[in-house]
């Protein structure tokens, strides 16, 4: 779920707190990549529905006709930014969209390599940081409230496909979502997955815990009162949903398993073959098997590690980060060039998932 190897420093995952989202800037490259026919445009995105009692917020990334522009506003000291255009005009036409749930203390600008990918690629592309889960928003209730983070999404599409200026450029017939670690946990929910209390209650309160996740839920008071445990297992699934992309998902062992097997949309399972943070077995290879055969595409990125789903980092970052937040810099390990290559395939992977 976005964590380093000690969980129990809560900075690990932060990879905002130094210099990335304090800085929040984006940069754009030159160059226009293959296969591109569109710029990246960006802007921030506030919701504005009838939640005051928790305030969404965040980034929406969308084509543009202009690819050859780039504005340089590269601030960060560790992380590469994402190539963008602030505030750029969009076209005039309707895209899919697709909604990223971030991972656990993580925020918009972890995947914003990926917006800006797919916005060269005609998509749009629309993340919120999830209150009490995300960088700066760590409220305990809103963090024990976890049932909360799907319907997060839900009030995503809904203000974007509403009354929003955004209506008119998405097709309402591609509309879909990806998250990773906790964020893939949150789709899955999205998609029509529920929370299982016994296997909550086995797994995490037996003899033998379920490494990483029950550590997290049980941190955040998940599932506590009887209250809390009927809101967990309610059914959160968006009928909106037309696929959804886990990214080495963290949370499998909790999730019920028949309604795994009513699943009725394809899914796209991505696993970090290096399995630095998670064990595959109980995470991306337990929830392929889980989902219905004929639906499911699973991926194991042989050489990818957990971070490899997040932003690049440049070559200081890792030794600014072991310097000054000393454990962190696992979020920077083979986070350059082996990094790029590997978004490269997990763009691949997705582009042909969404568009076959």
Known sequence: MSLSASYLRPTLALFASLTFLAHAAFASSPEKPGGADFGPGVQELVIDDSRTDRPLSGHIWYPTPTPERSPQADKSRVWQMAPADPGAPMVDARFPLLIVSHGMYGNTFNQAWLGSALARRGYIVAMVNHPGTSSFLRDPDHARQLWERPKDLTRLISFLTGNSDWSDRIDPKRIYAAGHSLGGFTVMLAGGVRFDTTLYDEGCFGD????????????????????????????????????????????????????????????????????????????????????????????????????????????????????????????CLKGTDKREAQHRLILNEILSFLEN
Do not use: N
């Open 208 to 331: 033998v815990r379920i490494p990483v996740v029950c550590d997290i839920l049980r941190g955040w008071s998940v599932a506590e009162t009887p209250a809390d445990r009927r809101a967990m297992s309610q059914i959160l699934r968006d009928s909106r949903l037309q696929k959804i992309i886990s990214l080495d998902l963290g949370g499998t062992p909790v999730l019920s398993r028949s309604s795994l097997s009513s699943v009725a949309i394809p899914v796209l399972v991505l696993g970090a073959g290096r399995a630095d943070m998670l064990d595959q077995d109980l995470e991306s290879r337990a929830l392929a098997k889980a989902l219905p055969t004929e639906l499911v595409q699973h991926i194991e990125l042989e050489s990818a590690g957990h971070f490899d789903f997040m932003g690049v980092c440049k070559p200081e970052g890792y030794a600014i980060l072991k310097e000054h937040e000393p454990g962190d810099e696992i979020v």
